[in-house]
């Protein structure tokens, strides 16, 4: 999904995944233009996010509201109900905009942990347009990095770029890309 737009954000999401049936259970401030505006809930049982103004909130919930409907409509892969010959189209709400926002950094947070883990505990290194890492080797327990990533730099055939000589960011972008985990962000 993920509605392209810079004005609309989220801010302490805070997720219930054993909580989540139908949709993502969740409570989130909502921010408009980088004020927060409201709350948003949903129940995860697949009923619709509410999203409450905050105290004085209402005119700006007002204009995030109107901001959100001028978004172009999300044209999905289903064939419309009422007319086969078209894609079923979603005219945008903020409760929608809401709800991809929630989804969206969710799946970013477990991305990024998945991440974490690898990066913390493998020794990462791309060879060849593809993601490797040394089996048995644990990341942590090399003390002299430097010289074990020139020994294993002189030990391969083909150039290798290893992800923990990358900045965090660089590393994470490499190793989305090479694990399928690009489209999530």
């Not at 408009?32 to 105290?55: K, L, Q, S, W, Y």
């Not at 509201?65 to 005219?91: C, G, M, N």
């Not at 900045?167 to 985990?181: E, I, S």
Request: a negative charge; hydrophobic letters at 40%.
């Amino acid at each position: 999904m993920s509605i392209q737009q810079q004005r609309v954000s989220l801010k302490n999401l805070k997720v219930a995944d054993f909580a989540s049936e139908e949709t993502l259970c969740f409570t989130a401030t909502v921010l408009f233009d980088g004020e927060p505006i409201a709350d948003a809930n949903n129940d995860g049982h697949g009923g619709m996010t509410f999203v409450r103004a905050r105290d004085g909130k209402q005119p700006k919930l007002a204009e995030a509201e109107q901001f959100a409907a001028s978004l172009p409509p999300e044209v999905t892969t289903y064939d419309d109900p009422q007319d086969s010959s078209r894609k079923f189209t979603i005219e945008i709400t903020l409760d929608y905009v809401v709800d991809d926002l929630a989804n969206t950094m969710h799946a970013d947070k477990k991305i990024r942990a998945a991440f974490n883990r690898d990066i913390g505990n493998k020794v990462l290194f791309i060879k060849d347009g593809k993601l490797l890492f040394l089996k048995g080797v644990k990341l942590r327990s090399i003390t002299d990095r430097s010289a074990y990533f020139t020994r294993l730099r002189a030990s391969q055939k083909q150039p290798i770029t290893i992800l923990a000589e990358l900045a965090p960011d660089a590393a994470f972008a490499l190793w989305k890309q090479h694990t399928g985990n690009d489209d999530a962000s």
